[in-house]
T-cell receptor, first 114, second 118 residues
Framework: GENVEQHPSTLSVQEGDSAVIKCTYS??????FPWYKQELGKRPQLIID?????GEKKDQRIAVTLNKTAKHFSLHITETQPEDSAVYFC?????????????FGQGTELSVKP | DTEVTQTPKHLVMGMTNKKSLKCEQH?????MYWYKQKAKKPPELMFV???????INESVPSRFSPECPNSSLLNLHLHALQPEDSALYLC?????????????????FGDGTRLSIL
């Protein structure tokens, strides 16, 4: 079955710096890769996603890149702000005929210091 | 504003109690999910309903019993829980069911029910 590794587990940056979180997956058939942000005591919130037919996607300060050959994808946050502090989870999704379940990474706790 | 509504927000119960968690969405989504989440860990999938039918049970103990009365509602009935079942229980929904589809859709989470077992 699919397995997702996420690094680093914790990340501390200064306000205004960039942050990068990396994930690798094992099942080459996985075709959908969402990223969730979870603030303390709140729900996981979908912040960006990418499908396997796309190499990069941007939404303002957030971007995701996907390298299908290497089976890894990354979240890039530019000009970080204190409100970006949260736990970030990547996920990979095998095709629906294999169950269609979200397989999460272990999470990255991002701290943005003012 | 979250479009997936869960009640109650907090629940404290004894090991012999029976209670239910409720989840509601009005986005017309046809897949609904229950997850369990411990602090700073990823959500763990428990159950998936697709077109109101149970399609995935991740070997969850029978003290957790899901129910999908209609396409907008999802319940989780709790009975004889253990202290280790204390966690945040999240409901999620996604637009399409899991039958005959090859395109995955985003899952949207509710705010969860924080459950404490005494």
């Amino acid at each position: 079955g699919e397995n997702v590794e996420q690094h680093p587990s914790t990340l501390s940056v200064q306000e205004g710096d960039s942050a990068v979180i990396k994930c690798t997956y094992s099942d080459s058939a996985s075709n959908y890769f969402p990223w969730y942000k979870q603030e303390l005591g709140k729900r996981p919130q979908l912040i960006i996603d990418i499908r396997s037919n796309v190499g990069e996607k941007k939404d303002q300060r957030i971007a995701v890149t996907l390298n299908k050959t290497a089976k890894h994808f990354s979240l890039h946050i530019t000009e970080t702000q204190p409100e970006d502090s949260a736990v970030y989870f990547c996920a990979a999704t095998p095709p629906l005929y294999q169950g269609g379940k979200l397989i999460f990474g272990q999470g990255t706790e991002l701290s943005v210091k003012p | 504003d979250t479009e997936v509504t869960q009640t109650p927000k907090h629940l404290v119960m004894g090991m012999t109690n029976k209670k239910s968690l409720k989840c509601e969405q009005h986005m017309g989504h046809r897949a609904m999910y229950w997850y369990k989440q411990k602090a700073k860990k990823p959500p763990e999938l428990m159950f998936v309903y697709s077109y109101e039918k149970l399609s995935i049970n991740e070997s969850v103990p029978s003290r957790f019993s899901p129910e999908c009365p209609n396409s907008s509602l999802l319940n989780l009935h709790l009975h004889a829980l253990q202290p280790e079942d204390s966690a945040l229980y999240l409901c999620a929904s996604s637009p399409q069911g899991l039958q005959g589809r090859h395109s995955n859709q985003p899952q949207h989470f509710g705010d969860g029910t924080r459950l404490s077992i005494l």
